[in-house]
């Protein structure tokens, strides 16, 4: 098998996710809801899964494919179930997304590199911090961002490409940090609504493609 054949195995799930997600903001804008809302709403992320897992090869390409489902599938609950419910399922799919940046760590950093790994949590938690504190139960969105941000310190200093896998990573944590913003009060929710699905959506089809693109061409 030739890499380009690796790389574009079930293609046609890749272009679906792009098509579920991307055109997912017309929902967001429109403020829609109901049962097929909250389906389209997971089908961007869940055909990434499902392509994760057509390309998966061996247990680091199933660990990605896990992580993207455990995404989806917090999507969908949140909205179905609760906010706690679908932050246990992202929770869930961001320790297997560490667990399989840790053991795929880039074996030199640079010191700027090390520094925002190590800068990732603990700025995080003063961020969520300062927007929410000291409003009721702000700690649990403390608690969950830390999730998020120990997921994209362990991407950025992972083996998978920086500007792809990296990059997605940090603009998942963004994305969160703007609905924090939001519920915070620090900005309007009619600035974030422009924010928070692109830079999450955005994160989530960078991740997979550095992390499927990697895997394919090693296996290839």
Same mark, same amino acid.
């Given at each position: 098998?030739?890499?380009?054949?690796?790389?574009?195995?079930?293609?046609?799930?890749?272009?679906?996710?792009?098509?579920?997600?991307?055109?997912?903001?017309?929902?967001?804008?429109?403020?829609?809801?109901?049962? &097929?809302?909250?389906?389209?709403?997971?089908?961007?992320?869940?055909?990434?899964?499902?392509?994760?897992?057509?390309?998966?090869?061996?247990?680091?390409?199933?660990?990605?494919?896990?992580?993207?489902?455990?995404?989806?599938?917090?999507?969908?609950?949140?909205?179905?179930?609760?906010?706690?419910?679908?932050?246990?399922?992202?929770?869930?799919?961001?320790?297997?997304?560490?667990?399989?940046?840790?053991?795929?760590?880039?074996?030199?950093?640079?010191?700027?590199?090390?520094?925002?790994?190590?800068?990732?949590?603990?700025?995080?938690?003063?961020?969520?911090?300062?927007?929410?504190?000291?409003?009721?139960?702000?700690?649990?969105?403390?608690?969950?961002?830390?999730?998020?941000?120990?997921? #994209? &310190?362990?991407?950025?200093?992972?083996?998978?490409?920086?500007?792809?896998?990296?990059?997605? #990573?940090?603009?998942?944590?963004?994305?969160?940090?703007?609905?924090? &913003?939001?519920?915070?009060?620090?900005?309007?929710?009619?600035?974030?609504?422009?924010?928070?699905?692109?830079?999450?959506?955005?994160?989530?089809?960078?991740?997979?493609?550095?992390?499927?693109?990697?895997?394919?061409?090693?296996?290839?």
């Amino acid at each position: 098998m030739t890499t380009r054949q690796g790389w574009d195995r079930a293609r046609w799930l890749w272009w679906l996710a792009l098509l579920g997600g991307v055109s997912f903001f017309v929902a967001v804008y429109e403020r829609l809801d109901g049962p &097929a809302i909250w389906a389209w709403k997971a089908s961007g992320v869940g055909f990434l899964a499902l392509w994760a897992a057509a390309n998966a090869r061996e247990r680091t390409g199933w660990m990605i494919a896990a992580a993207l489902a455990f995404g989806a599938l917090g999507d969908w609950l949140l909205d179905a179930r609760g906010l706690e419910t679908g932050a246990v399922a992202f929770a869930i799919g961001h320790i297997i997304a560490i667990t399989l940046y840790l053991t795929n760590r880039r074996p030199q950093l640079t010191p700027s590199q090390r520094l925002l790994g190590w800068l990732a949590m603990p700025a995080t938690l003063a961020i969520v911090w300062g927007m929410l504190s000291p409003a009721p139960g702000w700690w649990h969105a403390a608690l969950y961002s830390l999730f998020v941000a120990a997921m #994209a &310190a362990a991407a950025w200093t992972s083996r998978f490409p920086r500007y792809r896998t990296g990059i997605g #990573a940090m603009l998942f944590l963004a994305s969160d940090l703007f609905i924090f &913003a939001g519920e915070g009060g620090v900005l309007s929710k009619d600035i974030t609504l422009w924010l928070v699905w692109p830079l999450y959506y955005a994160g989530q089809a960078l991740i997979a493609w550095g992390v499927v693109s990697t895997l394919a061409r090693e296996t290839a």
